[in-house]
């Protein structure tokens, strides 16, 4: 039997900590590795990434190439067939309210919920959404469960 007492912990080597601002023969004693004078040799100094000493920095110089669409995206939620059925009884509605009542969708989603078709649905339940996959639709239409795109 393992005892307590008897425990290593196996996962990682110890990392010897240096310690500094313990005298010169130390190595790393007067200055404590911070250089002589100028800013980072002064308490509180925080490096900013990127810059290069007043020097126009790099990420400046680079010309901008290309286009990218994160600026006009619209976020959308994505809600499965099994989420639902997990999630509802029969006869309930299910659209951004009743979603967000129970703490399935974000607050804000410009471009709403979009139904998706993993899992089964075997609950009769309304279904308004602004968007369906063209699985999720022919599954809903197969069990002929009610369905409407809302804008």
């Known amino acids: 039997m393992v005892k307590l007492s008897e ?7 110890k990392v010897k900590v240096q310690r ?7 190595g790393r004693g007067k200055t404590s590795g911070r250089g002589e004078k100028g800013d980072g ?16 920095p ?13 600026r006009f995206e619209k976020p959308s939620q994505a809600i499965t067939l099994a989420l639902i059925e997990t999630y509802f009884q029969d006869g309930e509605v299910v659209n951004m309210a009743s979603l967000r009542e129970k ?6 989603l410009p471009a709403g919920i979009k139904i998706l078709s993993n899992g089964e649905l075997t609950k009769k339940v309304t279904i308004e959404a602004n968007a369906f996959s063209q699985a999720a639709a022919e ?12 804008e």
Do not use: D, M
């Not at 040799?41 to 126009?56: L, M, N």
């Not at 790099?58 to 994160?70: A, E, H, M, Q, V």
């Open 7 to 13: 425990l290593k912990n196996t996962s990682r080597p």
């Open 20 to 26: 500094v601002g313990r005298g010169v023969g130390s």
């Open 41 to 56: 040799s002064r308490s509180g100094y925080k490096r900013r990434y990127g810059y290069e000493g007043g020097q126009v």
């Open 58 to 70: 790099l990420y400046r110089k680079l010309p901008i190439r290309g286009f990218t669409r994160g």
């Open 103 to 108: 703490g399935l969708v974000h607050r804000r």
């Open 139 to 150: 599954k809903l239409q197969a069990k002929k469960i009610s369905f409407t795109i809302v």
